[in-house]
């Protein structure tokens, strides 16, 4: 007889140790290059104003690399490798956990909607809604704003969220447990991403159109195309990713026996979704790479730049010895 828990445990282990290898130095590579592009647009302008986005995926691509670095390692121990969760381990497996997964996620999905919103002003044909686009100066204070609002709305789950009879975690609060799923869950993870993302994406995707068509191909216009086309394709990613995520925390919420630990169907279920949910964090720099030839050139240059500096210093020590 074929051992469905057995599978979706396998699952978890082989398909997150390969999105565990792959995100992680994704995301790595995500920061380096966001760095170089916010670098190199203040040299040119202080106040250019097209560097915002390039700013608020770089928060993006950390907030996604802290989320990958520890939260899923610790789905591949607790869903994979099924290390029940005890007294002794219940803050970092729990309480730890929820609060970095979280925090790091809504980190991470307000600034693609702040970066989102800034394209859809830069692209924008009026002059006061591209006026309307923040300062580097601006723009860096909203996003430390986003991590203390984000960090301090979090403290309640890393209260509530404690060892559940099964060995896995749950909410002990009822009344916390409802705002969790109907505002955290359902809307700031589903209807809010959904609704901002498809409004704001689909608005800048007929601005690109619009400049395409009317105006001559410039260096600067070009990057910014595809820097808007670069955010719209995460927009696909991150709404499919995170919609499986909040069925299922429909679904065990309402008609799954919480003092059982679950099994076949549903421990698939929840193991298909849990992929799914980091499928978004995981494949950000790939899909970057698919979709901008900008994006390819830098990490390139990044990648080179690295071989270059390692034979440079293999022949520094080559001439030394020779020298001794």
Not at 62 to 86: C, E, K, M, P, W
């Amino acid at each position: 007889m074929f051992d469905l828990d057995g599978f979706s445990h396998a699952l978890m282990i082989i398909i997150g140790i390969i999105m565990y290898i792959f995100g992680f130095i994704g995301n790595l590579l995500n920061i380096r290059v966001f760095i170089r592009w916010s670098r190199s647009n203040l040299t040119v302008n202080e106040q250019n104003r097209t560097g915002n986005s390039s700013l608020y995926l770089l928060t993006t691509s950390i907030a996604n690399l802290i989320l990958i670095f520890y939260s899923l390692l610790v789905r591949i121990l607790v869903d994979g490798y099924q290390h029940l969760v005890t007294d002794s381990n219940d803050f970092l497996l729990c309480k730890f956990r929820y609060y970095i997964l979280q925090t790091s996620l809504i980190i991470s999905l307000i600034c693609v909607c702040m970066a989102t919103f800034d394209r859809y002003l830069i692209t924008s044909r009026s002059v006061h809604l591209r006026q309307l686009s923040t300062t580097r100066r601006t723009t860096i204070r909203i996003i430390l704003f986003i991590i203390v609002v984000s960090s301090l709305h979090s403290i309640p789950i890393g209260i509530y969220y404690v060892k559940s009879i099964v060995g896995d975690c749950i909410i002990i609060s009822s009344s916390y447990s409802n705002y969790y799923l109907y505002f955290v869950i359902v809307f700031f993870y589903g209807i809010f991403p959904i609704c901002f993302l498809s409004i704001f994406g689909l608005l800048t995707y007929k601005q690109i159109q619009s400049i395409q068509r009317t105006t001559s191909s410039n260096r600067h216009t070009n990057i910014d195309k595809q820097i808007s086309q670069m955010i719209l394709c995460q927009c696909v990613a991150l709404v499919s990713s995170y919609i499986p995520y909040c069925i299922q925390h429909i679904y065990f919420a309402k008609f799954v026996d919480k003092t059982i630990y679950p099994s076949g169907f549903n421990l698939l279920f929840r193991i298909i979704t849990i992929i799914l949910f980091y499928v978004n964090p995981v494949t950000s720099f790939y899909i970057f790479c698919l979709s901008t030839p900008n994006f390819r050139k830098e990490v390139k240059k990044i990648l080179c730049f690295r071989r270059l500096n390692q034979r440079n210093q293999i022949r520094t020590l080559t001439v030394e010895a020779q020298h001794h």
